[in-house]
């Protein structure tokens, strides 16, 4: 084994001879020692700033993951709520009024959580889950104005003036979507139209778009639906009685712009017997 020191070379048998040469020999070993010290002190801070920057990432994703939690279950599993599996067996068993709170069911446990929450009892946690899901994306039932929703002139107007439909509605978990429907269908609806001072108040049937499907989405996901018709919906006189717009029998629909029989039975899509909201 050879060593080199100050421009020599000197063999281990050398290096074990003489004092100047041990000397030499313990600086270089020094100097080795220092230098793989110093490697692994940069490999050291290399490896803490990359577990910071992992454990930043890390804090970041679980706060998204907070942040669009769809369900009270959901949210309850990222924070670990003390017996969530038992909260989440009992949302099953649907009893809330007969089991008793929930507080009393998890006493004694002692398990550390991000929030240190404390188990609450059932009936909050019922009350928090019951206002949840009634502001999910969904179709619900609303009002819309028909002249509007058929693109019709303002000559003439709409008894009842609105209709009750269902539409998509609702509170969307994540940023940058919104609660869009997904599949539609047309309902019939029987008004009354009036167009003053040419004929008085005649029934009509009107098709209104109601959503049968609904999703949170992104603006370029978004369908929206298409009116079955463009042209509005202008009425043409097909009676003999100049007081009648329609043959008796007959009514005017504004879909297939002509007066046709009017349906013996309600009609197959009809919906919304309930009060508009």
Not at 102 to 122: P, Q, W
Not at 157 to 180: A, H, L, Q
């Amino acid at each position: 084994m050879h060593v080199f020191c100050k421009g020599w070379i000197f063999t281990v048998s050398d290096l074990q001879t003489g004092p100047r040469r041990h000397s030499c020999t313990m600086r270089t070993l020094l100097s080795i020692g220092l230098h793989t010290l110093l490697l692994l002190y940069v490999r050291l801070m290399l490896s803490k700033d990359s577990l910071a920057s992992l454990k930043e990432i890390n804090q970041e994703k679980w706060e998204r993951d907070i942040r669009s939690a769809a369900s009270l279950d959901e949210l309850l599993m990222l924070t670990d709520f003390p017996d969530w599996k038992l909260w989440r067996c009992r949302l099953k068993l649907k009893h809330f009024d007969s089991l008793p709170e929930f507080k009393s069911a998890s006493a004694g446990s002692h398990r550390s959580t991000r929030f240190a929450a404390n188990s609450y009892s059932l009936e909050i946690l019922k009350a928090i889950d019951e206002e949840w899901q009634k502001t999910q994306c969904m179709p619900r039932e609303t009002c819309v104005d028909v002249a509007k929703e058929l693109g019709t002139t303002t000559a003439m107007f709409f008894k009842p003036p609105c209709v009750s439909v269902f539409r998509c509605s609702g509170c969307c978990n994540k940023e940058g979507v919104t609660c869009r429907n997904t599949s539609t269908t047309y309902v019939n609806k029987t008004l009354l139209s009036v167009i003053p001072f040419e004929y008085g108040p005649e029934p009509m049937l009107v098709k209104v778009a109601n959503h049968t499907g609904c999703k949170c989405q992104e603006p370029q996901l978004i369908r929206r639906h298409a009116r079955p018709h463009s042209s509005g919906c202008i009425p043409i006189r097909q009676s003999g009685d100049s007081r009648r717009l329609c043959d008796q029998g007959l009514i005017w629909d504004c879909l297939e712009g002509r007066c046709v029989p009017y349906p013996s039975s309600n009609q197959a899509a009809r919906h919304s017997k309930g009060k508009c909201r």
